[in-house]
């Protein structure tokens, strides 16, 4: 069973910087979309950042401007840099990709466990 290992979550004060990275437990066939979640205490799960193969990036609004994402396809990786962050950042955050264990197997999409990052002064 393939899993997402995430690191880089924290407490920060507001304006600081983070870095999450997020890589596979185990050689793949192949990853396609990668992209980063993220979920605050009594609300849904929202998108975050997401990043293609060939890397096209998209952002959510709140972001766009302060996190990048950013991917190093031969290590399986994907990462989030979060800057001028602020209060309302707060959140667990979850990496997400989507991958072919082999090449008969399907394509699946895959969670991690989640990483926090507190925003707070």
């Known amino acids: 069973q393939v899993q997402l290992v995430e690191s880089g979550g924290g407490l920060v004060q507001p304006g600081g910087s983070l870095r999450l990275s997020c890589a596979t437990s185990?050689?793949?066939?192949?990853?396609?979309?990668m992209g980063w979640y993220r979920q605050a205490p009594g609300k849904q799960r929202e998108l975050v950042a997401t990043i293609s193969k060939g890397g096209t990036t998209s952002y959510a609004d709140s972001v766009k401007g302060r996190f990048t994402i950013f991917r190093n396809n031969a290590k399986n990786t994907v990462y989030l840099q979060m800057n001028s962050l602020k209060p309302e950042d707060t959140a667990a955050y979850y990496c997400n990709a989507d991958i072919k264990i082999a090449t008969m197997l399907p394509l699946v999409s895959y969670w991690g466990q989640g990483t926090q990052v507190t925003v707070s002064s």
């Open positions: 185990q050689s793949i066939f192949d990853i396609y979309l």
